[in-house]
């Protein structure tokens, strides 16, 4: 069993220590938040030990696996120090998404870690669910041919107004994520981004891709629907099939091209994925899966580097934004 400690314990650190406590593969052991009375009321809850100073913890419990999931400015300015502080302590990462809000600070916390040879994983939860899986599969054993192209949304309220660019930093990582899945590396980006009525941030953006590999690829996301319907939908399309993969996890349909049979997957009612938060279970499982089975940490599914991949085509977006041109992704 792996040893485990969670760094920052708002609603998901707290999320992530619950589901650590119940996974076979590990053993909670300590809990800290610079807000000693989160720490105390989850170890309460959960048994492990509370802490408020991270090196002190690292030094105490000596944990196999650390969780950050602090926060921050533009939700990622806080990952950057606890991450740094357990990767050198000898601990395997998985931090929560934007890996950083400056790149800077995300490609030494990368290039950290592969220096020191630990597993270092972002909470790219939306691409571990059955559905994203069988996809993938689909387009690995041929089924969409030749790549043309990639349709992506996603679509959720947030009404925080911490920084012009909150809405593309802290939400896209996870679409562009998903669209790396599909399509690999993008090369350049165009964003065009407005304002929702009474709101001073870009609540709402539409990004052009076009990957390294030819493929052309679209994204819509938006901090300003109320949740309830559908949130997010992937849809990737090639000469020889097409599918559409709604709200993650809830159904995928391959439709082959010239073939007016589709085949439908849809999440099962025994055994299927019950809500949003599994995405956090299947990722943290798979996480740990990993570590145990000793993998070379770049073979971590949703890795760091796929966390700063997709951070530099939000940059590239965001520079795309100010200037009314098409960026390349540095
Ligand atoms: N993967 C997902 O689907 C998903 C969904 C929502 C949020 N998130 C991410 O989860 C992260 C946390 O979100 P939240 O809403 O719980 O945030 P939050 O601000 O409520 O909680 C963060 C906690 O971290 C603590 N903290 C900050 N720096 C610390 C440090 N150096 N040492 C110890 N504690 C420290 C803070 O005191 C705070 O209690 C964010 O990065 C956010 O982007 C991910």
């Not at 938006?222 to 949130?231: A, L």
């Amino acid at each position: 069993m792996l040893r485990v400690c969670v760094i920052g314990l708002g609603p998901i650190g707290t999320r992530h220590a619950s589901i650590y406590k119940e996974d076979p593969l590990a053993e909670l052991v300590g809990l800290c938040d610079v807000r000693r009375e989160r720490a105390d009321a989850v170890a309460c809850r959960l048994g492990a030990r509370p802490f408020c100073n991270v090196p002190e913890m690292l030094e105490a419990l000596r944990p196999d696996v650390v969780s950050v999931a602090t926060g921050g400015y533009e939700y990622g300015s806080d990952h950057y120090q606890p991450t740094v502080q357990a990767l050198e302590a000898g601990c395997h990462v998985l931090c929560e998404k934007p890996i950083s809000n400056e790149i800077a600070k995300a490609e030494e916390m990368v290039s950290r870690a592969r220096e020191r040879g630990l597993c270092f994983g972002v909470n790219l939860n939306h691409r571990f669910t059955p559905a994203a899986r069988l996809a993938k599969q689909w387009q690995e054993e041929g089924r969409l041919g030749h790549l043309l192209f990639i349709n992506m949304s996603m679509w959720i309220k947030n009404p925080a107004e911490s920084s012009p660019y909150f809405q593309i930093k802290a939400l896209h990582p996870h679409t562009v994520d998903i669209m790396r899945y599909y399509c690999g590396d993008v090369e350049a980006v165009q964003c065009f981004a407005t304002k929702a009525p009474g709101r001073s941030i870009w609540s709402t953006a539409q990004f052009n891709m076009r990957f390294r590999n030819g493929v052309v690829g679209h994204l819509t996301g938006s901090y300003d629907i109320e949740r309830g319907h559908p949130m997010e939908r992937c849809e990737v399309a090639g000469v020889k099939g097409r599918f559409v993969l709604e709200d993650m996890f809830r159904e995928l349909t391959l439709y082959p091209a010239g073939n007016l049979e589709k085949t439908v997957y849809s999440n099962p009612i025994f055994g299927g994925m019950r809500d949003f938060e599994d995405t956090f279970t299947n990722r943290i499982h798979r996480f740990l899966e990993q570590v145990t089975e000793g993998i070379a940490p770049d073979e971590i599914d949703g890795s760091g580097a796929d966390g700063l991949a997709a951070q530099k085509v939000l940059a590239a977006a965001i520079e795309s934004l100010e200037t009314e041109r098409v960026v390349g992704v540095r």
